[in-house]
């Protein structure tokens, strides 16, 4: 998946699943203090994002991610060996 279509679908999902207006995600939008998302919602996105692309995160590419363009980068990137 490309880093467009894999933007799109994050900000449709934290649209979809977190209400989040889709004017507030930016690729600089802190998924905390800007977006409003806990730890327990990060799993829920990217429970979501596995369902819809088979792509699982490792437990480091997890801890890398603190805003939307963190998450693109880690998706658009080989999967880790955890």
């Known amino acids: 998946m490309d880093r467009e279509t894999t933007y799109a679908l994050i ?3 934290l649209t979809d ?3 989040i ?6 690729p600089e939008a802190d998924l905390y203090r800007d977006l409003d998302i806990d730890s327990i919602d ?3 996105l990217a429970v979501e994002f596995k369902k819809r692309t088979g792509r699982q ?3 480091d590419e997890f801890k890398e991610i ?3 363009g963190d998450i693109v980068n880690v998706f658009c990137a080989p999967p880790q060996e955890s």
Do not use: G, H, Q
């Open 21 to 26: 207006p889709p004017e507030k995600i930016t």
């Open 11 to 13: 900000v449709k999902l």
């Open 42 to 44: 990060a799993v829920d």
């Open 66 to 68: 603190r805003n939307v």
């Open 17 to 19: 699943l977190f209400d």
């Open 57 to 59: 995160l490792s437990p």
